[in-house]
């Protein structure tokens, strides 16, 4: 963990004897993914809130399934920090062999999804129907594929047992978060955890990190398509990272 990025502003703790600390300005990135650009009046205010707050959760639980995992594997762990576009566990020590590596990397995103399925029990508990509510978490998120039952047992559910929208947009929201950030991660992209387990995987990060280039610039321009404009700045890091690890990788190859 780097003290030279200490302020009075950061949130520390520690949890499961784990160090975390929250920067600034990953609440700034959050509330920015929120829509803070587009807040007119105190209800956007609100969802703004709800998103960064649900973001937060979701990514801490993120990685504390690293740091956790990597604990049982034989890692020594330094603690976490949330700063910028996400987290960071950082390990004194790895985990000793590939397989102990390979499942502390997939635990974090494996952790994000199952927290949306927590959210989805919780949400179905509150409406008579805790499967539903795991079944939506999941399925809700693909909405061509959301089956017409499910939905009407959903409508039904919060007729029977309406809830305050305020929590009710606060599950939407984190079930949807949880879903989809865990899905983003596990993408082929070097050093996102999908590019990492295919290192591991191959044993090379060579070929990761061409993939990695090649997905993200992909990515990118889609966004750019989409006016996605905060997605094209993410996707453009990303490849750019990408693209500094190949020549790196590629000049340590021929070295």
Known sequence: MNNQ??????????????PVRILPISWVVLALLGGAMGVSD??????????????????????????????????????????GMGGTTSFATLPPNRT????????????????????GLCFG???GNAWVGVQYAYLMPWQSVLPLELQQQIVLGLYAHPMP???????????LICFWWSLFNLL???????????????????????IGLVVSVGLCIWAL???????????????????????????????
């Open 5 to 18: 990025n200490s302020s009075s502003w950061t949130l520390r703790f520690t949890l499961f004897g784990i």
């Open 42 to 83: 105190g209800s956007d205010l609100l969802r703004v809130a709800i998103f960064a707050l649900a973001g937060m959760l979701c990514l801490l639980v993120h990685e504390f399934g690293h740091a956790l995992t990597g604990r049982a594997a034989g890692a020594l762990v330094e603690g976490i920090e949330m700063a």
């Open 100 to 119: 102990g590596y390979f499942l502390t990397v997939l635990a974090g995103p494996l952790s994000s999804l199952l927290l949306g399925g927590v959210l």
């Open 125 to 127: 508990l509150q409406i």
């Open 165 to 175: 929208h305020l929590l009710q947009q606060a599950y939407m929201v984190g079930m």
């Open 188 to 210: 082929p992209i070097f050093p996102l955890d999908g590019g990492k387990l295919l290192g591991s995987i191959l044993n090379n990060y060579l070929v990761p990190c061409a």
């Open 225 to 255: 398509v989409e006016g996605q404009w905060f997605n094209v700045m993410i996707l453009g890091y990303l490849g750019f990272i990408n693209w500094q690890y190949l020549k790196v990788f590629y000049a340590h190859k021929r070295g």
